[in-house]
């Protein structure tokens, strides 16, 4: 049952990380059917797809105290406000993925640190590869936004 909420939360999650990163004119082109609330909401990636994605953490068995779930909210919404680029010199989506999977770390100190660092790597190689294939702008995103919770089936599986 826990891989159908991660599959439907992973959903929910790849189309919020994708309207976060589109301009109005695209907004209203490819998600006008989305009720108006959320599509005017204006941090649909960072608080949105990332308040998903830290649900998903919570269903698959990560635990911590409030604090470290909020620290880790900020942590990530941090991490979704930059593609390395100032320090790369490109978009890194490698840096991108790692770095959103890593500021995990605050609930990785009360329960599962060894399949949170997996999720590390895994983010990391999933959204710099397909972000490497993809050329379509759409795709590219909702599937960067879809390994978000989906990664986190790590915690089921070790």
Request: proline residues 5%; neutral net charge.
């Amino acid at each position: 049952m826990i891989w159908i909420w991660l599959i439907l939360l992973s959903v929910v999650s790849g189309c919020l990380y994708r309207m976060g990163g589109c301009g109005p004119a695209d907004l209203q082109a490819e998600w006008g059917w989305v009720p108006a609330p959320i599509r005017k909401f204006p941090k649909k990636r960072d608080v949105l797809a990332n308040g998903v994605t830290l649900f998903a953490a919570s269903l698959a068995g990560v635990s911590g105290p409030w604090w470290a779930w909020l620290l880790a909210f900020g942590l990530v919404w941090a991490s979704l406000s930059t593609y390395w680029d100032e320090l790369f010199g490109y978009d890194n989506f490698y840096a991108h993925g790692f770095m959103i999977a890593f500021s995990m770390l605050p609930l990785a100190f009360f329960g599962e640190p060894l399949s949170l660092g997996i999720r590390c790597i895994a983010l990391a190689v999933l959204m710099g590869v397909w972000s490497k294939i993809n050329g379509n702008a759409t795709i590219e995103e909702i599937g960067r936004g879809f390994f978000m919770p989906i990664t986190l089936g790590l915690v089921v599986l070790i």
